[in-house]
């Protein structure tokens, strides 16, 4: 069974960075993609970002192009958010996604505030 682990949420002010880890339970995972959604308080899960795990092609929500940057290590078959630029509206529990073949795997979540 395989989990996907989040880490590095918590609280910044309005411009800071934060940078969110997502850690596959297993080695050699070689998802097709990985990606990261968010969701606010009363609003529906959106689209952050993704890439491509063999090209490594990113895509960005245009909420945050040019704030974050996704990125992967495959030999600890982990994806990163480099979150800069925060803002209040950036507030939202993030959560990591995988598609292998036909599974999709999602993580718990971590929460992210922004506030000054």
């Known amino acids: 069974q395989v989990q996907l682990v989040e880490s590095g949420g918590g609280l910044v002010q309005p411009g800071g960075s934060l940078r969110l880890s997502c850690a596959a339970s297993?080695?050699?995972?070689?998802?097709?993609?990985m990606r990261w959604y968010r969701q606010a308080p009363g609003k529906e899960r959106e689209f952050v970002a993704a890439i491509n795990w063999s090209l490594g092609s990113p895509y960005y929500a245009d909420s945050v192009k040019g704030r974050f940057t996704i990125s992967k290590d495959n030999a600890k078959n982990t994806v990163y958010l480099e979150m800069n630029r925060l803002k209040v509206e950036d507030t939202a529990v993030y959560y990591c996604?995988?598609?292998?073949?036909?599974?999709?795997?999602w993580g718990q979540g971590t929460q992210v505030t922004v506030s000054s």
């Open positions: 996604y995988a598609l292998r073949g036909n599974a999709e795997y």
């Open positions: 297993i080695s050699s995972f070689s998802p097709n993609h």
